[in-house]
């Protein structure tokens, strides 16, 4: 029995005590497998649920008695039931993608022609922006070719604005001989005639509205006008040239902006109460620095990680082996591993931004405002554990890259270990924008050392 309470002997809740500090309340006995006895199944990991970015994976998982198939849950050992679920990552989705619309008509009323569509490029939230932020590689066709139906001798394919004149050729029956025109006795047959189609539709023209305020008061922004197409009757219309339309957006400049140290001193100066992104002077640099939080009185300070959040995680590994004195497979990790996955502790989260203490240049670690748990417990920044063995064999996984951000991993930041058997695995990239990190025990993470933190300076 394991208990958490004071040097004086007074028990406390479970949650006033580290978990990761918690001794094992079981060991094995008897290891021998039970002829006959159920047990689980794992079926093969089904696909990641996103396309891009990250997502999850699921698996069945079912308890099973050799000779017999498949049996209620409650005949294997639930303590030892394998997870059904995992976080699992794929490329970053990109912020900006092309939006086709619908096929317009054929331009022909019979035989060949050719069909067009818009093609926008826009955010995530749909709203159009230049064409530039998008990807030439992956532009959808604006035309196609088109075929209606064979056209007739006798039937225009084209008409103009006036009654227009059909040609009609005067072909010789193939049994006879062709002859000189003097040899027929009777007139040629007439070769046109008029005929009379659908009125031609109206061409359209671009209309362009003004141009709204810049979107910042200093600066670099971006200008919005409204664009339309019109006939010449002011109805909207479909007939207008793609490649012929107007910007929609423009950057702008204003005045150069001021810069200012703290997003509170930005706040006062300027009377900014909405949160965004500014640019600071941070240690005689110039950073892109998120504003939170200031329509209070006291904002805060974040980094925006431009790599993405699959490159910027912290992970406890949940699993742990039954015999902690063993490390498997040479350290890498296998789902079908003789394991229990009963760690409380385990947890998987992904950091979009990070706070950034500006008077002493340190993150922050335990900010999780923007951040996103996948799995479990949400674990802090530059941190990783397990209780997965005892033999110097880590599993928990934590990554950081600062790149485009205009700061370094100061290398006066070491990590700590804490908990028991705990290995630590740390790797830094040269230029110091980058950290990898594996560490775990029986139990035990690895972190920023408390007293100095994750320490990070100007590039």
């Known amino acids: ?150 056209c007739s001798q006798q039937r225009a394919v084209l008409c103009s604005a006036v009654p227009s004149v059909q040609d009609l050729k005067v072909f010789a029956d193939q049994s006879y001989t062709q002859a000189l025109a003097s040899e027929c006795l009777q007139p040629a047959p007439a070769n046109t005639r008029p005929c009379q189609l659908p009125e031609c539709p109206l061409p359209g023209y671009w209309k362009v509205g003004p141009w709204s305020k810049c979107s910042q008061t200093c600066g670099a922004g971006v200008m919005e006008r409204r664009v339309e197409c019109l ?20 950057t702008c400049r204003q005045r150069q902006c001021e810069l200012f140290p703290t997003c509170k001193e930005l706040q006062m100066r300027e009377g ?18 998120y504003c939170a939080e200031m329509q209070t009185n006291f904002p805060k300070e974040y980094v925006t990680l431009r790599s993405g959040q699959t490159d910027n995680y912290s992970e406890v590994y949940g699993y742990r082996l039954n015999n902690p004195f063993e490390c498997p497979y040479n350290g890498s990790r296998q789902q079908d591993c003789d394991c229990r996955t009963d760690y409380p502790a385990v947890g998987y989260t992904l950091y979009h931004r990070v706070r950034l203490d500006l008077g002493t240049m340190r993150i922050i670690t335990t900010d999780v405002q923007f951040s996103q748990t996948l799995l479990g417990q949400p674990v802090p920044f530059a941190t990783a554990g397990d209780c997965y063995s005892a033999a110097r064999c880590p599993q928990g996984q934590f ?54 933190g994750l320490l990070v300076q100007v590039q």
């Open 1 to 150: 029995m394991v208990v958490c309470q004071r040097p004086t002997g007074q028990r406390l809740s479970e949650h006033s005590c580290d978990v990761l500090d918690k001794p094992p309340d079981v060991e094995q006995c008897n290891t021998q497998p039970c002829p006959g006895s159920a047990f689980w199944h794992r079926r093969p990991w089904k696909p990641c649920s996103a396309t891009c970015g990250v997502g999850v994976q699921t698996r069945d998982v079912y308890c099973r008695w050799k000779g017999h198939g498949r049996m209620r849950a409650e005949m294997c050992d639930g303590g030892m039931r394998p997870r059904n679920l995992q976080p699992c990552s794929l490329p970053g989705c990109p912020q900006y993608t092309w939006s086709a619309s619908e096929w317009r008509q054929c331009n022909a009323s019979c035989g060949d022609g050719i069909k067009h569509r818009e093609v926008l490029c826009v955010d995530k939230a749909m709203n159009h922006v230049l064409q530039d932020l998008c990807s030439p590689l992956t532009r959808p066709v604006l035309y196609q070719p088109c075929f209606i139906a064979p």
């Open 399 to 452: 990554s950081i890259n600062l790149i485009g951000t205009g700061l370094k991993v100061a290398e006066s930041t070491k990590w700590v270990s804490h908990g028991n058997y705990v290995s630590i695995k740390v790797h830094r990239s040269e230029d110091g924008t980058r950290i990898y990190g594996r560490c775990g025990g029986f139990c035990g993470k690895c972190l920023p050392h408390p007293q100095a």
């Open 272 to 289: 900014i109460r909405k949160d965004g992104e500014h640019y600071l002077r941070v240690k005689s640099k110039v950073l892109q620095i």
């Open 231 to 250: 006939t010449e009757k002011h109805l909207p219309s479909k007939n207008c040239l793609l490649s012929s339309r107007p910007d929609s957006h423009v």
